[in-house]
Every structure is written in structure tokens, then in C-alpha cells.
């Protein structure tokens, strides 16, 4: 499997099996599903770090749907290690930007909170 866009403002969809009976006991399991739609902004990424930038700001165009790059959280620690593993079953390559990736988002996320700190002038 290859990744070749940059998943600008998709929407993800997460469900349960319906066409299965519902489980017989409390707390059954049911099988989680996931549907990703709304395709129309996407864009081709060619897998150059020139193109890194343009994937950090689709990732925050995208900012409900992802946790925020914040070392502390630990939904984001989890994105962020299933993400660089998917990379790397990709490629050495794509390892290697998944990698610049991640860390430009940390960066930018760390701005976004530093900017939030600072008081406003009047």
C-alpha cells in the first residue's frame, strides 16, 4: 500500500458492524468500522521534504480529527508511533519524512501554544 495525498479535510466515519446480532451479554464486543470520505481537497503529495510543510498544514486543517501534537497527550503519543509505524511498512523513505513529520507538527503545535500564551495588545 502506498500513501500519495495529503488527506486535506477528509472526514472519518467510525461505526459499529450492524449486520451482525447484537451482542448476547453486557459489555459484548462489537466490530469497529471505519469509512473515510469527502476527498474533494485532497492533494498528490510526491514524497519530498519540500512537501512537508503543505502535510502539516492539511494535518491542521484537519485539526478535529486528529489529537494535538502535544508530547504530554497520550492519545497523541499513540497517533503519532501507529503513524510512523504505517510509514515505515511504506518505505525507508517514507519512514524518514514520516519521521520530519511528526516533528514539524510537534513544532508547530508548541507555536500554537506559545502564541496562545502571549497577552494581546491593545
Same mark, same amino acid.
Given at each position: 500500500? @502506498?500513501? =500519495? +495525498? ?9 461505526? /459499529?458492524?450492524? @449486520?451482525? /446480532?447484537?451482542?448476547?451479554? $453486557? *459489555?459484548?464486543?462489537?466490530? !469497529?468500522?471505519?469509512?473515510? %470520505? ?7 503529495? +510526491?514524497? @519530498?521534504? *519540500?512537501? %512537508? $510543510?503543505? !502535510?502539516?498544514?492539511?494535518? &491542521?486543517? +484537519?485539526? /478535529? &480529527?486528529? $489529537? =494535538? /501534537? =502535544? !508530547?504530554?497527550?497520550?492519545? &497523541? ?5 501507529? &503513524?510512523?509505524?504505517? #510509514?515505515?511498512? %511504506? ?5 524518514? !519524512?514520516?519521521?520530519?513529520?511528526? %516533528? ?14 502571549? $497577552?494581546? #495588545?491593545?
Amino acid at each position: 500500500m @502506498t500513501a =500519495r +495525498n495529503d488527506a486535506r479535510d477528509i472526514e472519518v466515519v467510525l461505526g /459499529a458492524n450492524i @449486520t451482525d /446480532a447484537v451482542p448476547s451479554r $453486557p *459489555g459484548g464486543r462489537r466490530e !469497529l468500522r471505519a469509512w473515510v %470520505i469527502d476527498f474533494n481537497q485532497v492533494k498528490e503529495f +510526491n514524497f @519530498t521534504e *519540500g512537501q %512537508i $510543510p503543505l !502535510l502539516v498544514d492539511a494535518f &491542521y486543517a +484537519n485539526e /478535529a &480529527y486528529f $489529537p =494535538r /501534537a =502535544r !508530547l504530554a497527550d497520550s492519545l &497523541y503519543d499513540v497517533f503519532s508511533k501507529a &503513524y510512523l509505524e504505517e #510509514c515505515n511498512k %511504506i518505505g525507508e523513505v517514507a519512514g524518514q !519524512l514520516g519521521h520530519k513529520f511528526i %516533528i514539524e507538527l510537534e513544532a508547530e503545535q508548541a507555536l500554537k501554544d506559545a502564541e496562545k500564551m502571549m $497577552p494581546e #495588545c491593545d
